[in-house]
Every structure is written in structure tokens, then in C-alpha cells.
DNA sequence: ATCAAGCTACTGAACAGTGATTTATTAATT
DNA sequence: AATTAATAAATCACTGTTCAGTAGCTTGAT
């Protein structure tokens, strides 16, 4: 349908040569563009390749966006939105132990995050904060606070029912934000490559629970 | 030509405008190309700019680099050397408990490895390892793997001598070495950002140490 | 020790390729 | 036929690389 219309247009269909699609392109040129940074990363990827990514040629991204560096806000700014709310309300409606509570989220957000485009961005966040301190201190703030916050309350709920010992709040949540993290980050700088994988590259979702548990026994009261 | 510019080429001479240093420019260079491209990335950093920072003109690094990916790869070779070989000594001669063992290993990683310049590179690999693929695997079999390895051995000590319980080895392993990547990137991605700040920015060995002691109280036999 | 003469590390202007952005033109849609 | 989405060619700034020239160093004859 959608990738017949494309290859047509691109390929071997000498009468519709292309098909004007005001509202469908921005969140394509936006999808293209984020696979073309992920893959490349920001520098390296040139408008070309994004536009070609999406069906276009190199004018049309310019129709929609003002110029490369907004397009790599607005994947910025449009990706980091609902998963975290879906988090937060997953906490709240929760009703079992903190440790299963825990073991959730992690499954959650493996499947919502972990695995997803958009751990692709937070890689690419990572490596160009420097590049764009504007973006990694929004990225910061909407992104990586909200998530600690998010765990230090499931932690102290943890504490204050009994259920963990009283560890100091804000390393333990780092603590169990590397995991995450280190998966994430690893499977897309290493992942590609044939024969370098580590536990956590082989086998992600069991990783993460491992390292959960790792941790949740340290954390227990005994 | 610019008083300034001579100025800042000699620092304070203002006759000799430079100096003939055969045997310590390729150092220089190299020294001034990790800490441009820590800062800016790989494709932003340009041949000036290191250049500049090495107190030469453009034409110089191509003296003893034949271009510029070839300098990347000079720095990253020479900077994944002996560190390793230092932890690995280290936890020979230890005859202390593996618990112990862990808490210097990281301390001195953190001294020797996570507070300096080749922190840095370690985040740039991570940032540019799929723009060379090379050099990511190289980076992968030369300083990932014989560092698991090595913590491999380590615990695998403490299961044999009953300190530890017989966790999932490889799990295990990448566990204990996230805490030290994600201390190391964040510092390097959003520790310029002032209030960017999470427990383990703000403190680093003291995070490191926690967490440490948050695994261990979770492998101890009990 | 001095100084001329040669050597070469280094400079900096020029070159060439690249890639972001603009714009005149084309053709799909209404 | 009018509108305008999209193209494709052109522009423009930038940057990696080269190279002819310059200046600091070395050597050896005096």
C-alpha cells in the first residue's frame, strides 16, 4: 500500500512520479529522520538521506521543517511524551508488593522503551548533549528526572511498608536506573556488531530481571 | 596578521612564533585530538580545532597523521592499554574476601580510568561506534571483554569460597559493570549542564561505592 | 666561537569535495 | 485553470587535505 505507492513513485512507475501528501509528510520525514540519526548519528546523517529515507528528495524536508537541527528537536521534543505517564499510572494503580511492582515496570518499560525507536533517541541524546545543551537539559528534565522521581517513590513506599531496608534513596535509584540504561545504549552501539554481545546484549529482558533481582535482594529486610 | 593570533601560537614570545618539537608533536596532537573530540564529538571537531589546541597551524597533524580518522585511531589504540593490566595485577595479589577485592577494583577505577581523559573516550566510542565499526570492535575485544572477564573471575572466586551465592555469573557480571558506565556517561553527557545533576553526578565514588554495596549485600550467603 | 649553508618542521593560503539551504520549475490535485 | 506540493538544479558556506614557501635548527668550515 503505503511502500507500493513509494516504490512506484521512486522506482519504475513512469506516470505518477510522486503524490502530494501535505499532512502524512512530517511524521514521515520525522520517522526517517530518526532512524537515519539513530543509525548514523547526527553529524553524519545528511538531509539527503533523511529525505530519501522518507520518499522525497532533498527540497522537500524544507517545506516542513525550518532546517536539520529543528528536525532533531521536534523527534526530541515529540518522542519523550506518554510513556512515562503510562509508568506513573502503572505505580499508582498497582496494588502489590513494591518487588513486584518493580518487576513490572521493568517489563513494561522494556517493552515500551527498551526495545522501541525511541531508545534509539535516548543513545543518541546521550551523544550529543554537548552538541545540544538546550535538548539534553529538556531531555533531562522531562525525561530522566520525572523517571528517578517516578522510582523513589516506588522505593520509599517499599521502605516505609518494611519491605526494603532503609537504603539511601537517591544511589539505590540510580542503581537501579543503570541496568536500564546500560541495555539500552549497548544493544544499539554494539549490538550490530556480529560476535560482540555481552549478557546483557543477548538476552535483554533477562538481563534486566536478574539485575532486578540482584538488587531487590540487597534490598530486602532479613 | 592578527597580534592575537601570533600571541596565542607562542604564548608569550613574540619572536620565536614557533618552536621545532619533532619528537613531541605526534603526542600533542593526539593529547589535543582526544580532548577536542571528548568535547565536541568526532564530526564536529575539526582539523583546526585540534590543530589550535595542540598549539600548531592546519598543516601540521598531517605531518604525523595521514588524516583524520587515522588520528581517532591512534587515540583510541593508545588509550586502551595497561589500565586494564593494572586491575588485573591488582586482583591477583589480592588475598582479602572478593567483597573487598570488588570495593578497590572500583575505587581504582574510578581513579585511574572513570575521573580521567579516557572516561571521555569511552563515552565517544559508545557515541560513534557505529560510524566505525572497526574500532568499536577493537574497543569491544580489547577493554569490554577482558574486563568481564576479569569480574568474571572475581566473583566466580567468591561463589567457590562460599562468600557469595551462586548467582547467574553473566547477568551478574554486566550488572556490576553498569553502575560504573552510567556514572562515567552521565558525568561526560550532562555534567557541564548546570542543576543537571542525579545521585550519581553529584557523587560519583560515593554512588559507586553504594551501589557496589547494594550488589554485594545481595550475592552474600545468608 | 662564529657564521654561512643546508635541512626540514611548520605555516597558511589555496583547492576540492561535501552538504545544508534556496529557488526556479514541474506536475498532481482541486 | 488555479493552486501548491514536490522536484531538481544552483548556491553558498564550510572543512579536510595539499603544497609552495618560510623560518627555526643543525652542521661544519673557519
Redesign the pocket.
Known sequence: MNIDSVKS?TENCP????????EA?PAEILDAALSQFVEKGYRA????DI?RAA??????P??YFQ???EIFKAIARGTFVANLQQLDKLADDFDGSASALLHHMVAHWWQEVGCSPSAGLCKLMIAEAANFPELARFYFEELIAPSNQLLSRVLQRGIDSGEFRAVPLVHTVDALLAPLLTTMIFSHSFGQLPGCCIGSTKDPLGFLQDALDLVLHGLKNN
Chains 1, 2 share one sequence.
Request: aromatic share 8%; glycine share 8%.
Open positions: 513513485m506516470i505518477a512520479r510522486w503524490r502530494r501528501k501535505k509528510r546523517t545528511k538531509m539527503e529525505a520518499g522525497v528528495t532533498k527540497g522537500t524544507y517545506l532546517n536539520k537541527e
